[in-house]
């Protein structure tokens, strides 16, 4: 079993940044991959990051390529989404995912067992 917490969401203005943290409690970090996903009101849920178990290896969709930048500290147990240059069409309840079968940075959503209760990120123009 896996308990994830997301944190660091909020309202900020378009062109700023913001970092979203999710701490992992459970089974052994470093040993499965993690992801962020998003959704915007209306739409259904949308991959925005991933990162392997030991971080060396990353995938993002296109629109936040360049801007967002996924991150893991194993000795925490925590890995992080930073967001910059962050636009109107980010704003959404941001998830953080464990895929405790998969080591590789994988963007199917249905290879994640656990989720986090979400955090809002609002950019306003």
């Known amino acids: 079993q896996v308990q994830l917490v997301e944190s660091g969401g909020g309202l900020v203005q378009a062109g700023n940044s913001l970092r979203l943290s999710c701490a992992a409690s459970?089974?052994?970090?470093?040993?499965?991959?993690m992801g962020w996903f998003r959704q915007a009101p209306g739409k259904g849920r949308e991959f925005v990051a991933a990162i392997s178990g030991s971080g060396g290896n990353t995938n993002y969709v296109g629109s936040v390529k360049g801007r967002f930048t996924i991150s893991r500290d194993n000795a925490k147990n925590t890995v992080y989404l930073q967001m910059n240059s962050l636009k109107p069409e980010d704003t959404a309840v941001y998830y953080c995912a464990a895929a405790a079968r998969y080591y590789i940075a994988t963007y199917s959503e249905i290879q994640y067992d656990y989720w986090g209760q979400g955090t809002q990120v609002t950019v306003s123009s």
């Open positions: 459970g089974r052994t970090f470093a040993s499965y991959a």
